[in-house]
């Protein structure tokens, strides 16, 4: 959409059928992200006039406007940029190994090799669509359960190649800078920038929950060490270079869909 600014916005609408919920993972795991260094395009609240759905052909769109009236996220579009491929595009280790640090802490499902949600720009990488992540927040009963939670399908991801038989080191270099970063002055903040129209939960358990993750025991973080190791193990002697499709271990095929 075109903002009244004139920029060019990828709009996420409050009435789609993922719900306001996973606008506020949008938010809080981009700006996180963008707080420890990695690049994320810039975010914004957009406000939909419900009055563009009358001008509409489309009746779903339509429906999807009026449903929408008020805060709604918008991400910069990046102009011409292409989805991340392993094949065309090399990323530095150690990059690598604090984006799969991010995926497992804040249990983002959808990064694997078949729906990277990567995008190279100006000769970058950026992370986008961060909608799936922090998804015990759809159920605050059972939060305190997630607190240890290890995300599923790690090992589908789409950087892990890229750490080789350096794997372990790295993703442990990764942890040693960015698990100090994550403060509660970093995570007030992020969760600050949240509209709250967007949920019932209070900032401050989100804040909470992610500070009691990044700390203390954490089993998520342990078992991401291990298809880690394994992948050192298969990949000893074959170096540390981009990853290759068809160089995947076995134990990396077939994974879950994305
Ligand atoms: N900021 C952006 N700039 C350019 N293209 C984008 C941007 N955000 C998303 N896209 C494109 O739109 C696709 C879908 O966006 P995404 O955020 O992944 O939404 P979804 O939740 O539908 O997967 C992306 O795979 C990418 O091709
Ligand atoms: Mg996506």
Redesign the pocket.
Known sequence: MEGDDLGTW?V?FTGAG?GPK?LVAEVVVGELARGLGLAV?ELVVIDVDPDLGRTEPDQEVQELLRSSAGSNLG?????G?I?YDPLAFEVEPGLAARVVWLDAFTLNV?RSWR?P?L?V?GGRL?L??H??ALYPHHDWAGIDAAVERSVPGISDHVLLPVLGARAPELLAAADAELAPAVTAALLGGVVDLVPGEWTDAPGTAYVEWLLARVSGRRPWLEELLVPAAALGSERAGGGARGARRSERPDWLRGGRGA
């Not at 991400?75 to 102009?79: C, R």
């Open positions: 990828v996420k993922q996973s395009p991400m910069d579009y990046l102009p940029s989805t959808d729906n949600n995008l720009w950026w986008i669509d909608g799936a």
